[in-house]
């Protein structure tokens, strides 16, 4: 968990979230690990505390084996790393002694907040439905009584007896009759008699009541009377009382359930069966089931046949998940749910009650399948995330850059291609930010963008120069570490480079492939000196989104998707034959996808929700927050873009256009962009002829200027090519500069 400093917030649900109506394996996946992505360990490395800790530098060892702070009776039960995995594996294979929400005392307090809240939400829903029973039980009275009376008269009558002697009769058997007659009359005249003292005493006792017995015990009498025969008189197929709670489908699972299920799914013969090491057991809200398959089956053949175990258990595919043993490969692990737990709100983010978030540390981003909290960390890696339009994917996004947000020393780009109000809040805090593909207020945000790219491509360039040369003792390993990213001497903050919709930059005419080659070179190197990248597009295909650029993220986010092509375009090749589909989500899954590559194993996460106001609240603490650290900055701060964001392709047409030349050829103006901004326009000049007057009259095109045939003599013959005028281009710049000023 990350260091997350809490104030006050409003009482949660008994997962420890507020609940709200906004937005929240297919797969089956192996046990899910919720820390960040941090660097492993190197072979044989132990982990910090693991066997021996680093001493301070200011206390030596002495050569003694005791230090100061030390405790007075170290630990006896010190083994050999080799004796230490298996001690280690057998404890883990230990069941505990009791559940854990009786030694847990968050999961207790969870426990006794669901029962307040279920119990009183039950009695409040009878309790105002009582008028209702009421009326009920006196309407069916009336039923109840004639049931009643006639249970009496066919009791009286011995009418349980009239099958025996109609067979008699049958039979012709006339002693067995006569046997059976007499034995009806003798019932018959003691049950009359008992029903006629039992009616008078009835009776007497009812005048008796009516005389003698105070108006509150004949009403409560009357009540209750009336009260029994409503129940008696209740239709079975209409019940008295409603249910308060919708019961949900799932009964208690038996060995011989999920026999039958490995047997559909063809993972089984008759033959051979599967053993179960462990006892079936009840698992918060579902089944916990340790299966060994027979000998030469293997866990990813079980992940493959998800869907049919899942029939053959009869409950719906999105519950059941299967994760993998590390003790065995022939083991399942699988937890079956009472219902969809991915369809279960997730509730707000807890961002919603931190000052501040160290962006070095895991930060909460949703829950798992099974309510467990997922921490992540955006330290090393890049991040892609994909899906299909409306299903939570820039919300995703967002709630990592406002966790980012929330760390005043983590410096922030976001660009958002759509333009869309996700993102504007961002601008309170972001270091460069831009939206869209269209020029406003002067600005041309893809010139931006491709400017803010080589900038920030500069500065890794030169952190690592920076780093290598720094001393030993202030930079170990030669890494960026949390004390030099948070000194203002070194700048060089964490920095996170968001991109959502990337494929509409990357599809730009003029900047697509200069914007694509920046973001693969920072994707693929930045993430070792501190500089994130997170792109987010519904187009993962290699027309919009190169495979150059999306093989370059070691993290992948696929929320909903339509086919299990994407999902593996997403989370990278050979996903689906490993279990993982976002496809098979459903349409309710809002926020939830599958995460791969943020730690060793992939998993399901269900994102926490920040709508805009909570986003917004959020971005206004942060900017407070980056004021009192004096780390805002660039556009944030107010800083005027430099002239290179300012200009657009007229302002770089315009120079390279001679004071006397009055019009010239869009082939000539190629060669010359080119060589005035080769990383702008450099792969222009490896256009033919043709191609190179279209590719000037579509950048020309929305700035209101056409192309036309303009003649020119050369060695004495006329020649006509494509270009534009010089006039037209000053009366587009000035009609540009007019709006600027206006703006």
């Not at 999961?107 to 907040?113: H, I, L, N, Y």
């Not at 013959?717 to 009609?735: C, H, M, P, S, Y």
Request: a neutral charge.
């Amino acid at each position: 968990m990350s260091e997350i400093h809490v104030i006050d917030q409003p009482d949660r649900d008994p997962d420890g979230i507020e609940n709200t109506d906004g937005s929240a394996s297919v797969l089956p996946f192996p046990p899910r690990k919720t820390s960040g992505a941090g660097e492993p360990l190197a072979p044989g490395e132990a982990a910090p505390g693991e066997w021996e800790a680093e001493l301070p530098d200011d206390q030596p060892d002495d050569g003694s084996g005791v230090n100061e702070g030390d405790p007075v009776d170290p630990s006896r039960h010190i083994y050999p790393p080799s004796i230490a995995e298996v001690i280690e594996a057998k404890d883990k294979a230990r069941r505990p002694v009791l559940p854990d929400w009786l030694t847990n005392a968050k999961q207790r307090a969870a426990v006794a907040r669901w029962a307040m809240h279920h119990y009183r939400a039950t009695t409040l829903y009878h309790l105002v439905r009582t008028p209702v029973y009421c009326a009920k039980l006196l309407a069916y009275a009336p039923r109840g009584g004639w049931r009643w009376i006639a249970a009496a008269g066919r009791w009286v009558s011995d009418a349980e007896g009239l099958p025996v002697r109609l067979k008699a009769v049958a039979d012709e058997d006339a002693g067995e009759y006569l046997r059976l007659s007499r034995q009806r009359d003798a019932r018959v005249k003691l049950r009359g008699i008992i029903a006629a003292l039992t009616s008078f005493m009835g009776l007497g006792a009812t005048l008796a009541m009516w005389v003698l017995a105070p108006s509150w015990l004949l009403a409560v009498a009357t009540l209750a009377v009336t009260g029994a025969l409503g129940w008696t008189g209740t239709p079975a197929d209409r019940p008295l009382i409603d249910m308060a709670k919708v019961k949900f489908r799932h009964r208690k699972l038996t060995s011989d359930i999920v026999s039958r299920a490995f047997l559909a799914a063809g993972l089984t013969k008759a033959d051979q069966g599967i053993a179960f090491p462990q006892p079936i057991r009840q698992d918060g809200d579902g089944w916990r089931v340790v299966v060994d398959l027979p000998y030469g089956k293997t866990f990813a053949e079980a992940v493959k046949k998800r869907d049919a175990l899942a029939s053959g258990i009869d409950v719906a595919e999105t519950q059941v998940f299967l994760d993998k043993d590390e003790t065995s490969s022939r083991r399942v692990s699988m937890w079956v749910a009472n219902r969809d737990p991915l369809a279960v709100k997730v509730g707000k983010t807890p961002l919603l009650g931190a000052t501040r978030v160290n962006f070095w540390k895991p930060f909460p981003w949703g829950r798992d399948e099974r309510g467990n909290e997922v921490a992540i960390s955006m330290l090393w890696l890049s991040l892609l995330v994909g899906a299909v339009p409306r299903q939570g994917k820039t919300f995703s996004a967002r709630t990592i850059a406002l966790a980012a947000a929330l760390d005043p020393y983590v410096r922030l780009y976001v660009f958002d291609g759509k333009a869309s109000a996700d993102w504007r809040n961002f601008a309170k805090v972001a270091h460069r930010i831009g939206f869209g593909t269209v020029t406003q207020n002067g600005l041309d945000p893809v010139m931006h963008l491709v400017n803010s790219l080589q900038e920030l491509k500069a500065d890794v360039e030169d952190r690592y120069h920076r780093l290598s040369q720094l001393p030993v003792h202030i930079c170990p390993e030669g890494k960026l570490t949390e004390d030099i990213a948070r000194d203002k001497r070194y700048n060089m903050p964490l920095v996170l480079f968001v991109v959502d919709e990337v494929q509409e930059y990357l599809m730009h005419p003029v900047h697509g492939k200069t914007i694509l080659e920046l973001l693969v070179f920072l994707a693929r190197v930045a993430p070792a000196v501190g500089v994130s990248v997170m792109t987010a597009t519904q187009k993962p295909d290699d027309t919009a989104c190169p495979s150059v650029l999306r093989d370059q993220h070691q993290a992948r986010f696929a929320l909903r998707v339509g086919a299990y092509q994407v999902s593996e375009t997403i989370l990278g090749a050979g996903s689906y034959a490993e279990g993982l589909d976002a496809s098979r989500l459903l349409k309710s899954h809002k926020g939830v996808g599958l995460l791969k590559g943020m730690t060793d194993d992939a998993g399901i996460v269900r994102t926490y929700l920040a709508d805009g106001r909570d986003a917004e609240t959020i971005l206004i603490r942060a900017q407070a927050l980056r004021e009192d650290e004096g780390t805002l900055s660039g556009d944030a701060a107010g800083e005027a873009p430099t002239d290179a964001a300012l200009a657009t392709v007229l302002d770089d047409i315009a120079a390279v256009i001679g004071r006397g030349e009055a019009k010239l050829w869009s082939e000539t103006i190629v060669d010359r962009l080119a060589e005035h901004r080769p990383e702008v326009y450099g792969e222009w000049s490896a256009l033919e002829g043709r191609a190179k007057a279209d590719q000037v009259a579509a950048v020309l095109k929305p700035h209101g200027i056409s192309t036309g045939q303009i003649a020119r003599r050369m060695d004495g013959k006329q020649v006509n090519k494509r270009g534009i005028l010089r006039a037209d281009l000053l009366a587009a710049i000035t009609e540009r500069d007019k709006k600027r000023s206006a703006s």
